[in-house]
């Protein structure tokens, strides 16, 4: 399982357990079946209508990559490129061949076999290009149905508040407090049930997948320069350095860390 996934989803039920045993007297005045039902059905059934049948029941799947420790392998792919743009430099496309059979990465197979059959690279980035903006827009659809779901949610829970409160106004003059209070609670826990779903669940799922398409998008652009390079038999050692550009990872651009304070020859000690 993902690990920060793990982590939220622990400080979620701890933040849960709290409110129930410390919150309120009763755990159970929390639980309101017909409230949830308004909520749950409903954002259900407004995303039905906002989205294709064939796009929500791709919901199931999209939940399960956000508590997958899905790995990339970006480092491998590096390799592969840096060991054909060096077979590549020396001409040796048999080997070049050879090496491609091996790659598991269907993007970067495409992009060094249109660089095989001697493909002008202008048309060989267009095509790499095209295919990164279809999966940017395919994967910005996907975390946008969890952004309409967070939405959705919170304005089912005001219906059932409104509900419950029409509710109750039918049942005031017959003094019956029972009857008024499981009224108030359908008004004021649906309301309750909406924002915690938005917030826990569906907000922070469009978020891991957004960062998610990050990810895959850097890795793709890296093939893309990769391709690029091999196209125009630049030297493999700079094909390498290119490549880690990409997966480099610093604390600044601008600045580096502050150097240690050198100590004083005759003392030993650090200077201020």
């Given at each position: 399982m993902?690990p920060?996934t793990m982590?939220?989803?622990?400080f979620?039920?701890?933040?849960?357990?709290a409110?129930l045993l410390?919150?309120?007297e009763d755990?159970?005045?929390?639980?309101n079946?017909?409230?949830?039902?308004i909520?749950?059905?409903g954002?259900l059934?407004?995303?039905?209508?906002s989205y294709p049948l064939?796009e929500v029941?791709r919901?199931?799947?999209?939940?399960?990559?956000v508590?997958?420790?899905?790995?990339?392998?970006?480092?491998d792919?590096?390799?592969?490129?840096?060991?054909?743009?060096?077979?590549?430099?020396r001409?040796?496309l048999r080997?070049?061949?050879r090496?491609l059979d091996r790659?598991?990465?269907p993007?970067?197979?495409?992009g060094?076999?249109?660089v095989?059959?001697?493909t002008?690279?202008q048309?060989i980035l267009?095509?790499?290009?095209w295919?990164?903006?279809?999966l940017?827009?395919?994967e910005?659809?996907?975390a946008?149905m969890?952004?309409?779901m967070?939405?959705f949610?919170?304005?089912f829970?005001m219906?059932?508040?409104?509900v419950?409160l029409i509710?109750?106004l039918f049942?005031?003059?017959?003094?019956?407090?029972?009857?008024?209070?499981q009224?108030?609670?359908?008004?004021?826990?649906?309301t309750f049930?909406?924002?915690?779903?938005?917030?826990?669940?569906f907000?922070p799922?469009a978020?891991?997948?957004?960062?998610?398409?990050?990810?895959?998008l850097?890795?793709?652009n890296?093939?893309?320069?990769?391709?690029?390079?091999?196209c125009?038999k630049?030297n493999p050692t700079?094909?390498?350095?290119t490549?880690r550009s990409?997966?480099?990872?610093?604390?600044?651009?601008?600045?580096?860390?502050?150097a240690t304070?050198?100590?004083?020859p005759s003392?030993g000690?650090?200077?201020?």
């Amino acid at each position: 399982m993902n690990p920060s996934t793990m982590i939220g989803m622990i400080f979620g039920l701890v933040l849960l357990a709290a409110v129930l045993l410390f919150a309120a007297e009763d755990a159970y005045a929390y639980l309101n079946l017909p409230g949830l039902g308004i909520v749950i059905v409903g954002t259900l059934a407004a995303t039905f209508i906002s989205y294709p049948l064939r796009e929500v029941l791709r919901v199931l799947g999209l939940l399960g990559i956000v508590f997958r420790n899905e790995r990339l392998y970006t480092r491998d792919d590096m390799n592969e490129l840096v060991n054909m743009a060096t077979l590549w430099f020396r001409d040796d496309l048999r080997a070049v061949e050879r090496a491609l059979d091996r790659v598991r990465n269907p993007f970067l197979r495409t992009g060094v076999q249109l660089v095989i059959d001697g493909t002008p690279e202008q048309d060989i980035l267009d095509l790499l290009r095209w295919r990164i903006a279809r999966l940017r827009t395919r994967e910005h659809a996907e975390a946008q149905m969890f952004r309409s779901m967070a939405s959705f949610a919170p304005a089912f829970g005001m219906i059932g508040t409104l509900v419950g409160l029409i509710n109750m106004l039918f049942v005031l003059d017959t003094g019956d407090m029972t009857v008024i209070g499981q009224h108030m609670g359908v008004a004021l826990l649906t309301t309750f049930y909406g924002i915690l779903l938005a917030n826990l669940l569906f907000k922070p799922v469009a978020v891991k997948l957004e960062r998610r398409t990050e990810e895959r998008l850097i890795a793709m652009n890296m093939v893309l320069e990769g391709v690029a390079l091999i196209c125009q038999k630049r030297n493999p050692t700079f094909v390498r350095e290119t490549l880690r550009s990409f997966m480099a990872e610093y604390q600044d651009e601008i600045r580096e860390a502050p150097a240690t304070a050198p100590k004083n020859p005759s003392t030993g000690a650090r200077r201020s």
